[in-house]
């Protein structure tokens, strides 16, 4: 079956920190990648989004995300977190082109300490 | 403004009873989700609709039902025979025309049954 792993289920760091996520799917075809992140209290939103050319993909708020077809992966990366990345972040694929249906991963806290 | 609007925010039900969550929204999108938000288990996909009158089972369907009568509504009805019916629940919706299948989120309703 189609599924999407997150490797770190809850990540603490401190401000001004690197951070990266772990994301990989087990899917052979060509796939469409979603990072999606639900702040306390808010709607879940869209953080970044890959569906075909370069690799590296940038989102909002200094996010990036790569994709390594090989690996099966499309990690989430920031250079340096703020306390206002608090959130659960989730990972999505969409596996096929015919229909828009997403698989997420587990989803991984982050806590950032002031 | 265009979204999504789910209600209502938190719902309480005794064991037993059946329960209609609402989820409206204003974008003109085709597709429409239901999904289920468990600690540690990420979203799961219960039902989703790609036009009006027509609607297909997810991955976790028991014990829950959907219509769909108009484009902008998609309610989701939490029957008794659901097992574990305390979860947060998601509604999203998605234009197919805008690849790859962003989906857009309401602000979810937590369901507490006792």
């Known amino acids: 079956a189609q599924s999407v792993s997150q490797h770190n289920h809850h990540v603490i760091l401190s401000e001004a920190a690197s951070l990266e996520l772990g994301c990989n799917y087990s899917?052979?075809?060509?796939?469409?990648l979603f990072w999606y992140v639900q702040y306390p209290g808010q709607h879940l939103q869209l953080l970044l989004k890959y569906f075909s050319g370069d690799p590296l993909v940038k989102g909002i708020k200094g996010f990036e995300a790569e994709f390594i077809k090989s690996k099966f992966s499309f990690n989430l990366r920031k250079p340096s977190v703020q306390w206002s990345d608090t959130a659960e972040y989730f990972c999505a694929v969409n596996p096929s082109s015919n229909t828009g249906k997403l698989i997420f991963g587990q989803g991984t806290t982050l806590q950032v300490k002031p | 403004d265009g979204g999504i609007t789910q209600s209502p925010k938190y719902l309480f039900r005794k064991e037993g009873q059946n329960v209609t969550l609402s989820c409206e929204q204003n974008l003109n999108h085709d597709a429409m989700y239901w999904y289920r938000q468990d600690p540690g288990q990420g979203l799961r996909l219960i039902y989703y609709s790609q036009i009006v009158n027509d609607f297909q089972k997810g991955d976790i369907a028991e014990g829950y039902s959907v219509s769909r009568e108009k484009k902008e509504s998609f309610p989701l009805t939490v029957t008794s025979a659901q097992k574990n019916p305390t979860a947060f629940y998601l509604c999203?919706?998605?234009?197919?025309?805008?690849?790859?299948?962003?989906?857009?989120f309401g602000p979810g309703t937590r369901l507490t049954v006792t």
């Open positions: 899917y052979g075809g060509t796939v469409n």
């Open positions: 999203a919706s998605q234009s197919p025309g805008a690849f790859p299948f962003e989906q857009y």
